[in-house]
């Protein structure tokens, strides 16, 4: 069951009016009000540019309302802003923009709501929100709880969150759900058929493992859903420059969205049969450490060569998507941190994402729009595939050049893909800097947007 959140309000006659406007509607917005709130908005400059508050007092001192200015082009997401930035207290929307979803002005509230205070706590707690008028307060707060979870694991540091931790993390998940939950740990891997993620992970202290939850009825469609799990990435033996290692704390992004994923399908009890692949490794480095050029067999059978041992992430996902695509999934997603590429292509706030039905692309890019959460195609480019080729493996798992990083690895997983609807998201599951409804750090990405889709294709 969806659990009260602490940044809602029960709405009483005490919450504080928020009025969300737009700068071309400024002008005709405040000739309807008081001579008192023009002066004092022209004394503050304040025109409803996009992100400016202006805070109106009462003659008690107290705050009588608050001017929210959304610019000409600004989305619902930006009304997280006013949970990140106002003083603590009650508050409801009085007015804003007619085509700003009520449901997704209280999920962007509750996303700008959180704070990472694990280690240091927040400084004051959250402004609450009374339930705008016409939302979905539970799928608002399954979102917002979902991308809670996502941004407390990626933001967690690797002491705290290593592999271990992962699978405690992903049975509490279970647990609350009464879901099944399996780990196959260490040299198990390799006994049930997951030798690349053995590889990976097996110079680590805490040994590589492959987590199975599953859930819902065995005759629902079946819906797979993938993530990558390296906790710590230095790269192996190819080892990372300390500048590119400082935030690989995040590289089990994947997992934790996958995670998130699954906690929405559970919680709204979507009419799925779930299951949930995560495998879980720490990219280590040891006197068993592998090496570039090592050849391994890999659970599909295919053979790879070892190009770059800091494009391991491709190869755990190989063996989890080989075993996700043995059931049969009607749908399967993937979600991984998987090329700096990708963040040059399109920046930190723009997953790529790239999928094998154009039906199920379509899908995506029209929840993208309707959420607000931003993805964006990327192709499936088949004569790419060829700069793969090894003359000693089946394949490597980097292509020959420079170029088109985040679609070589795209290629390299769909090898191991067997579903006849797929498409795999290579997120950054990180905010460099506080915008609107999403805190620095840790952030869920293309979450809304596939969350949207599933319950388009499945919901009842």
């Not at 930035?85 to 709501?113: H, K, M, Q």
């Not at 070589?408 to 905010?431: E, K, M, N, S």
Request: glycine residues 8%.
């Amino acid at each position: 069951m969806t659990e009260t959140l602490p940044f809602l309000s029960g709405g009483d006659a005490s919450t504080t009016p928020i009025h969300a406007i737009r700068t071309g509607e400024w002008s005709t917005w405040v000739e309807r009000h008081s001579d008192v709130l023009r002066r004092l908005a022209a004394a503050h400059d304040f025109t409803a540019q996009n992100g400016r508050i202006l805070l109106i007092p009462a003659t008690d001192g107290s705050i009588e309302r608050v001017l929210f200015g959304l610019g000409d082009k600004a989305n619902a997401m930006a009304m997280g802003a006013l949970a990140q930035n106002l003083p603590a207290g009650d508050y409801r929307i009085a007015s804003a923009p007619r085509e700003f979803a009520a449901t997704l002005v209280a999920t962007a509230w509750g996303l700008g709501a959180y704070a990472f205070d694990r280690y240091k706590k927040r400084k004051r707690p959250a402004p609450r929100l009374a339930a705008p008028e016409g939302a979905d307060m539970a799928d608002a707060s399954r979102m917002v709880l979902a991308s809670w979870l996502a941004r407390d694991l990626v933001n967690t540091p690797t002491n705290d969150m290593g592999p271990e931790a992962v699978q405690l993390a992903a049975e509490a998940v279970a647990h609350r759900y009464g879901a099944s939950f399996t780990a196959v740990v260490g040299k198990a891997l390799l006994d049930m058929g997951f030798p690349l993620i053995h590889a990976v992970g097996r110079a680590a202290l805490q040994a590589p493992r492959l987590l199975h939850l599953s859930w819902g009825e065995a005759n629902g469609p079946r819906l797979a859903l993938v993530g990558k799990g390296v906790t710590f990435d230095t790269g192996g033996l190819d080892i990372k420059p300390s500048a590119s290692m400082r935030l690989m704390k995040k590289d089990m992004g994947g997992a934790a969205h996958a995670l998130a994923l699954a906690q929405l399908v559970m919680d709204a009890r979507l009419p799925v049969k779930l299951d949930v692949f995560l495998p879980v490794v720490e990219n280590s480095i040891s006197g068993d450490a592998f090496r570039p050029g090592d050849v391994i067999k890999s659970r599909k059978g295919v053979t790879v060569e070892i190009d770059n041992t800091d494009a391991e992430g491709r190869l755990i996902l190989a063996d989890a998507l080989a075993r996700a695509s043995e059931d049969q999934p009607a749908l399967l997603l993937d979600f991984a941190t998987l090329t700096g590429a990708a963040r040059t292509a399109l920046g930190p706030d723009i997953p790529p994402f790239y999928a094998n039905d154009d039906a199920l692309a379509a899908e995506l890019a029209s929840a993208s729009s309707e959420t607000s959460d931003p993805i964006w195609r990327m192709p499936l480019w088949d004569a790419y595939e060829s700069d793969m080729d090894s003359p000693v493996a089946d394949l490597k798992n980097t292509g020959d050049g420079a170029f088109a990083g985040s679609i070589y690895a795209a290629l390299f997983l769909r090898r191991f893909v067997g579903a006849p609807a797929w498409a795999h998201f290579d997120i950054f599951a990180w905010a460099p800097k506080e915008r609107a409804s999403r805190p620095a750090g840790g952030e869920a990405q293309a979450l809304r947007a596939c969350w949207r889709v599933l319950r388009s294709r499945f919901g009842s």
